[in-house]
T-cell receptor, first 108, second 113 residues
């Protein structure tokens, strides 16, 4: 069965420090992976998807099929990055399976 | 720009009441979804719909039903609300495949007393 694991519920980093939000998935087929973000008092929105291989707001994520991971990284965290981050897996049936989320706090 | 609206931001109901949550999208998307969002549990899919009058169960459909009479509107119904249905409810929409991002509404925070 498909599953998405985000091991950290809370993550705090200092401004300017590197940040990595971990995501591991379990799926036997060809996955499509996403990172969604929810800023305070805003709606959930797409941050990036692996197939586009682009950097959004300085964040990148690489799909590692060997380790079944899709970790989100940013070299220098900013205060405005503080938010709730969800990793999500799409299995081809147009349904998204979400992880439990990681709340990132960037300390000034 | 996709706009997904939900009928209420906050809702307080009593146990046993019938509750309707409405979602409307203006982008002619085929697919619509209802999730509930709970701390420590993430987002869990309740029901989804690929077309008018069509519905499919998600991961946690028990205690819920849905209605899609028009393409732009997807309703979530709690036939008899219970306290364990206190949650944030999110509606989302997207086009048919290829795998497209989902666009979310602002959410409805439902409290069942």
């Amino acid at each position: 069965a498909q599953r998405v694991t985000q091991p950290e519920k809370l993550l705090s980093v200092f401004k300017g420090a590197p940040v990595e939000l971990k995501c591991n998935y379990s799926y036997s087929g060809s996955p499509e992976l996403f990172w969604y973000v929810q800023y305070s008092r805003q709606r959930l929105q797409l941050l990036l998807r692996h197939i586009s291989r682009e950097s959004i707001k300085g964040f990148t994520a690489d799909l590692n099929k060997g380790e079944t991971s899709f970790h989100l990284k940013k070299p220098f965290a900013q205060e405005e990055d503080s938010a709730m981050y969800y990793c999500a897996l799409e299995t081809g049936a147009n349904n998204l399976f979400f992880g439990t989320g990681t709340r990132l706090t960037v300390i000034p | 720009d996709v706009k997904v609206t939900q009928s209420s931001r906050y809702l307080v109901k009593r146990t046993g009441e019938k509750v309707f949550l409405e979602c409307v999208q203006d982008m002619d998307h085929e697919n619509m979804f209802w999730y509930r969002q709970d701390p420590g549990l993430g987002l869990r899919l309740i029901y989804f719909s690929y077309d008018v009058k069509m519905k499919e169960k998600g991961d946690i459909p028990e205690g819920y039903s849905v209605s899609r009479e028009k393409k732009e509107r997807f309703s979530l119904i709690l036939e008899s609300a219970s306290t364990n249905q206190t949650s944030m409810y999110l509606c989302a929409t997207n086009r048919t495949p290829p795998r497209d991002e989902q666009f979310f509404g602002p959410g409805t925070r439902l409290t069942v007393l």
